[in-house]
């Protein structure tokens, strides 16, 4: 699978998957052969301010994840479902070295920080990070700032290409860009739980061990 292009790869075909498909299906991924619940999907995929019918939307994506996984419901070989109680993914999940890396992650991070969860500092007087998903999205957002160009800035937001992150939130450290020099992050909680992004060292700051927001 391809986390990054949302394409998952069976029988050597590529399927396209939706965002909430393929956040579930990493939710599920983290802990293979474990139960994960309704409520924890809820708290990952669907943040507390997001006002959908909750039950609607989790039951048409497990659906659109079963048809791309090429699964039944009735006798599933992947995703588990768990009446009342949650899904649990169920063959042996085995990690790609190559394809896990992070593509930037040599390019100079504090040595044992990859890997590592930490929650997002926002600058004073502010609830939010903003955090281009890549060299090329964080590049054009520089030029924007510089020329004072809000309404592209917000072109970049809603094209999802600079990411609003709420302060608090954990992300797991993935290494430096070698290109901007940021830190390279996976999000792990909310509206754009799985997808990766750029934030700077300072908006990083660490969490205890057995802290909540170490998913």
Known sequence: ???????LYRRGKRIKVQQQPMQILLALLERPGDVVTRDELREKIWP???????????????KKLRQALGDRANKSKYV???????YRFLPAVEANE???????????S????????????????????LAPVDGRAFEEWRKLMNLSDDVGISMMITQHRLLLLEA?????????DATTGW????ILEGEHYGKTALVEKKSLQAVKSGAKAQN
Do not use: W, Y
């Not at 301010?49 to 939307?57: N, P, Y």
């Not at 588990?80 to 949650?86: A, K, M, S, V, Y």
């Not at 608090?168 to 430096?176: F, N």
């Open 1 to 7: 699978m391809d986390v990054r292009a949302g394409e």
């Open 48 to 62: 507390s301010d997001t006002f959908v019918d909750f039950e609607h939307s989790l039951n048409t994506a497990i």
């Open 80 to 86: 588990e479902t768990l009446p009342r109680r949650g």
């Open 98 to 108: 190559a394809s896990a890396q992070a593509p930037s992650a040599g390019g100079g």
């Open 110 to 129: 504090k040595e044992g920080a990859e890997g590592r969860v930490f929650a997002l500092l926002a600058e004073g007087g502010t609830e939010c990070v």
């Open 168 to 176: 608090g939130k954990p992300v797991r450290l993935l290494g430096r």
């Open 183 to 186: 830190s390279e992050v996976r």
